[in-house]
């Protein structure tokens, strides 16, 4: 019988990198393809939208959550909580949906931890001054706070080892054809066809038998 569990795409870099934007690319080309909301207590940023760009908490909610372990991961970043809700993921997975993870790079790796069959992805700036340009044309980074990102983000790089693949952001549709070229690479691999390929030597020798 063939597997039909859906594929975990976690995606993560440092803040700038344009994740998000690479994300909703993907989403707007393939709807096979779903995201998984997370939840944050930081405030909403303009135009976001409570359910759509995260489960937006107050921190007592979310302390209350992870005692709870609804989270398949969680962690704290630049001040603010943010968590994966855990039975979500476990749910779409299980009926066979490819679902991305828009993740920080902690979150990433504690999911490697307990999911090392998921897909893991490093989005890269093309230069450190692209994505300092990238995080100030936001306009919604104090300049303590800009800083702050700016410091994180190279050190956040430093993990990109920990990562199945690394894609630089350079031109979206161009990051985007890269990691259709990855998704569609792992549904091949053969440690996740197992059930394919041996239905399919089932099949041979009950030709070879009975032809």
Known sequence: MQNNKGLLIVISGPSGAGKGTICKALLEKHDDLFISVS??????????????????????????????????????????????????VEEMLAEGKNVILEIDIQGALKVKENFSEGVFIFILPPSMEELKQRIIKR?????ESLMTRFKNAYQEINYVSKYNYAVVNDEVLTAVSKIEGII?????????????????KEGLIHEQLYD
């Open 184 to 200: 569609a690479a792992e549904k091949c691999r053969v440690d996740r066809i197992k059930d394919t390929i041996l239905d399919s």
């Open 39 to 88: 939840a944050t207590t930081r405030s909403p940023r303009a135009g976001e939208v409570d359910g759509v760009n995260y489960h937006f908490l107050t921190k007592e909610d979310f302390i209350s959550k992870v005692e709870s372990n609804d989270f398949l991961e969680y962690a704290e970043v630049h001040g603010n909580m943010y968590g994966t809700p855990k039975f979500k």
């Open 139 to 143: 306009g919604s980074e104090t300049e």
